[in-house]
């Protein structure tokens, strides 16, 4: 057992999470490895997104008269948690509020993302605590990115998205980071979304108004997985607009600042707010398969 990294086990499935970024790693049923395993394209696999999502205009969070530097997704991601447990199938992970966070995001917190195995899938649930004493606000996302295709023998186009609900809804693209003002048609057909790299010529496809709940990646034969979430409200679908092997699925509370807003951290469409004492929890789970 590393310090730097823990391994999970159900059946045949497994997983690894880093205490970097409380990232995951891998997830394999024995035979496939559905997780990107952070090629040149992208040196990332599933990062956590926090204290926002997306990006801030000049890069600058203004709270009360200061500005504070805040990079694109916040600084979780290249944070290093604490192990809080560590067992066969769960671990639990917790990164709180320090002096070196206070430079970048003046608020008090603790998030504490809990990861358990079973025989076919893998939950994370993030909760966000308010140890302060004044409101907290924030926004928390996944980005886990799998491989596409998940068999490299497969064409991506012979994979699709398919939701559990119509997603009749326009989308949003972003230009610079920031959100763009219009709004677009999306391009589901009913519950389905044939997937190829020109989907993403113009970079990510958000949801900000999702119906569903659920989402499966699949071909018609071979490895599939479902993503689910609870508590989240929008939902980011990309990969680079250049090509590359994977797909991230993002179930996201809260996005990019939209273009033209320039104020307060705290006025910033999209974000939560967390009472001082309270807390928020978001879960996603990763189930797998194949048919």
Same mark, same amino acid.
């Given at each position: 057992?590393?310090?730097?990294?823990?391994?999970?086990?159900?059946?045949?499935?497994?997983?690894?999470?880093? %205490?970097?970024?409380?990232?995951?790693?891998?997830?394999?049923?024995?035979?496939?490895?559905?997780?990107?395993? !952070?090629?040149?394209?992208?040196?990332?696999? %599933? *990062? @956590?997104?926090?204290?926002?999502?997306?990006?801030? /205009?000049?890069?600058?969070?203004?709270?009360?008269?200061?500005?504070?530097?805040?990079?694109?997704?916040?600084?979780?991601?290249?944070?290093?948690?604490?192990?809080? $447990?560590?067992? $066969? =199938?769960?671990?639990?992970?917790?990164?709180?509020?320090? $002096?070196?966070?206070? /430079? @970048?995001?003046?608020? %008090?917190?603790? @998030?504490? !993302?809990? #990861?358990?195995?079973?025989?076919?899938?893998?939950?994370?649930?993030?909760?966000? /605590?308010?140890?302060?004493?004044?409101?907290?606000?924030?926004?928390?996302?996944?980005?886990?990115?799998?491989?596409?295709?998940?068999?490299?023998?497969?064409?991506?186009?012979? #994979?699709?998205?398919?939701?559990?609900?119509?997603?009749?809804?326009?989308?949003?693209?972003?230009?610079?980071?920031?959100?763009?003002?219009?709004?677009?048609?999306?391009?589901?057909?009913?519950?389905?979304?044939?997937? =190829?790299?020109?989907?993403?010529?113009?970079?990510?496809?958000?949801?900000?108004?999702?119906?569903?709940?659920?989402?499966? #990646? !699949?071909?018609?034969?071979?490895?599939?997985?479902?993503?689910?979430?609870?508590?989240?409200?929008?939902?980011?679908?990309? =990969?680079?607009?250049?090509?590359?092997?994977?797909?991230?699925?993002?179930?996201?509370?809260?996005?990019? =600042? *939209?273009?033209?807003?320039?104020? $307060?951290?705290?006025?910033?469409?999209?974000?939560?707010?967390?009472?001082?004492?309270?807390?928020?929890? @978001?879960?996603?789970?990763?189930?797998?398969?194949?048919?």
């Amino acid at each position: 057992m590393s310090d730097d990294t823990h391994s999970l086990r159900c059946g045949s499935l497994s997983a690894t999470v880093k %205490a970097h970024g409380a990232e995951l790693c891998s997830l394999k049923d024995g035979i496939t490895e559905f997780v990107w395993q !952070a090629g040149p394209e992208w040196p990332r696999h %599933a *990062p @956590l997104l926090f204290p926002i999502v997306g990006r801030l /205009a000049g890069d600058e969070l203004r709270h009360r008269g200061k500005t504070y530097r805040m990079t694109q997704h916040g600084f979780a991601r290249d944070s290093r948690f604490a192990w809080a $447990e560590r067992g $066969e =199938s769960r671990c639990t992970l917790v990164l709180e509020d320090s $002096e070196t966070t206070r /430079a @970048l995001y003046p608020f %008090a917190f603790r @998030l504490t !993302a809990a #990861y358990v195995i079973d025989e076919s899938g893998l939950d994370l649930t993030l909760t966000i /605590a308010n140890t302060g004493k004044e409101t907290l606000p924030a926004s928390i996302g996944g980005h886990p990115a799998f491989n596409w295709p998940l068999k490299p023998e497969r064409a991506k186009e012979d #994979y699709a998205l398919i939701f559990a609900k119509a997603e009749a809804s326009p989308v949003h693209r972003l230009d610079g980071g920031l959100l763009r003002a219009t709004a677009e048609p999306g391009p589901v057909k009913g519950t389905q979304l044939p997937l =190829s790299e020109s989907l993403f010529a113009d970079d990510a496809i958000i949801f900000d108004r999702i119906e569903s709940d659920a989402v499966r #990646y !699949a071909a018609s034969t071979g490895p599939w997985l479902k993503m689910s979430w609870r508590g989240f409200r929008e939902l980011g679908v990309w =990969s680079k607009p250049s090509g590359a092997p994977f797909l991230c699925i993002e179930p996201w509370r809260g996005y990019a =600042s *939209p273009a033209g807003f320039d104020g $307060e951290f705290t006025d910033k469409p999209g974000l939560m707010h967390i009472a001082p004492g309270a807390e928020e929890r @978001l879960a996603f789970r990763i189930e797998v398969g194949s048919s």
